[in-house]
């Protein structure tokens, strides 16, 4: 049972360049999440989607976009990267909204020069 | 919107001791409030999490506290191990939609 799987674990990416962050899961959640951690700013969320086909803005939404095609996949894109997204990117879904546990994927560490 | 925050960033303790971690949140419909530990590398992972119909949680050295009234909540770890050192994540949210918000988290160092 792989539970949350992220793509790729790790990157280096120039100025401008875009790329998508691949998250998924395998427990038919419902719900799944984007967050990024940067030190001493703790766990801030990017976007969520409450469902196939949904997506949401959350705390810190600029410069990202996402889409969930697919029930199990959650896809978070970066159009035009800046040095301020270097940072530890999480996914994670949960069976319903945020009041069950969220399960966390292992992270994918981004650094844009 | 809810605003989480957690005491101290940091903290050291002697092994054996015990460690505790506070939170308080502001939106007072939120009842539901979980505790997350990150392992160095790795991502965040469920410890502990209590509802607002209870006081207290407790499963084996770690206990949390919820008092709504002050709306803070707190993490009691006892006989701490070397392999409590990660770091702590508390979290609130409310019935719906909602998000789980979190706090900015909190480094437990056990020193054996």
């Known amino acids: 049972n792989a539970g949350v799987t992220q793509t790729p674990k790790f990157r280096v990416l120039k100025t401008g360049q875009s790329m998508t962050l691949l998250c998924a899961q395998d427990m038919n959640h419902e719900y799944m999440y984007w967050y990024r951690q940067d030190p001493g700013m703790g766990l801030r969320l990017i976007h969520y989607s409450v469902g196939e086909g949904t997506t949401a803005k959350g705390e810190v939404p600029d410069g990202y976009n996402v889409s969930r095609l697919k029930k199990q996949n959650f896809l978070l894109g970066l159009e035009s990267a800046a040095p301020s997204q270097t940072s530890v990117y999480f996914c994670?879904?949960?069976?319903?909204?945020?009041?069950?546990?969220?399960?966390f994927g292992q992270g994918t560490r981004l650094t844009v020069v | 919107g809810e605003n989480v925050e957690q005491h101290p960033s940091t903290l050291s303790v002697q092994e054996g001791d015990s460690a505790v971690i506070k939170c308080t949140y502001s939106?007072?419909?939120?009842?539901?409030f979980p505790w997350y530990k990150q392992e160095l590398g790795k991502g965040p992972q469920l410890i502990i999490d209590i509802r607002s119909n209870v006081g207290e949680k407790k499963d084996q050295r770690i206990a949390v506290t919820l008092n709504k009234t002050a709306k803070h909540f707190s993490l009691h770890i006892t006989e701490t191990q070397p392999e409590d050192s990660a770091v702590y994540f508390c979290a609130a949210s409310k019935t719906g939609n909602t998000p789980l918000v979190f706090g900015k988290g909190t480094r437990l160092s056990v020193i054996a």
């Open positions: 994670a879904s949960s069976v319903t909204g945020g009041n069950t546990e969220a399960f």
């Open positions: 939106d007072s419909a939120s009842n539901y």
